[in-house]
């Protein structure tokens, strides 16, 4: 992937917007579930004492999940944004997400991609990165930035 630093304002809207609109057709169920749980735990009928509880995860998240997973914003270094940022929590990403410019679209991507890569490890990331608002945060942050008038319906 190129450096955001030599690219121009029309370059960065050009390589991301795509992306950004697959993302923004999830910004209203984002919306209503931001705050909610979107897992279960699937334990059977009767069975509880002899098996493994199994979560179950709202079936739009995964979609939105499996879409995120395709795009520019993916990176599998993101851990070195977070550390030259010290964010340690929600909340410090969310005051990221906030103070981001048009340049820095690659920290969306990188706060995008723990939430996404750290979830096919551990499914609890994909439901924090809901009920936390940083998805939905990221989405707005990101039509905002690229100056996106509607979402993809």
Request: net charge neutral; charged share 25%.
């Amino acid at each position: 992937m190129q450096n955001n630093d030599r690219l121009s304002r029309e370059e960065i809207i050009l390589l991301y917007q795509d992306d950004t609109m697959k993302l923004l057709k999830y910004l209203s169920w984002l919306q209503r579930m931001t705050g909610q749980n979107t897992s279960n735990f699937y334990k059977g009928e009767g069975i509880e004492e002899h098996s493994m509880a199994v979560p179950v995860f709202d079936s739009t998240l995964l979609s939105f999940v499996r879409e995120a997973k395709n795009t520019v914003f993916m990176n599998r270094n993101y851990v070195y944004t977070f550390s030259q940022y010290r964010m340690n929590t929600p909340q410090d990403e969310l005051d990221m997400i906030d103070s981001c410019t048009l340049q820095d679209v690659r920290i969306l991507g990188d706060i995008l991609s723990k939430y996404v890569l750290k979830g096919e490890v551990k499914g609890a990331y994909w439901s924090e990165g809901v009920k936390s608002g940083v998805f939905l945060a990221l989405l707005l942050k990101l039509k905002e930035l690229l100056e996106i008038k509607k979402p993809l319906a």
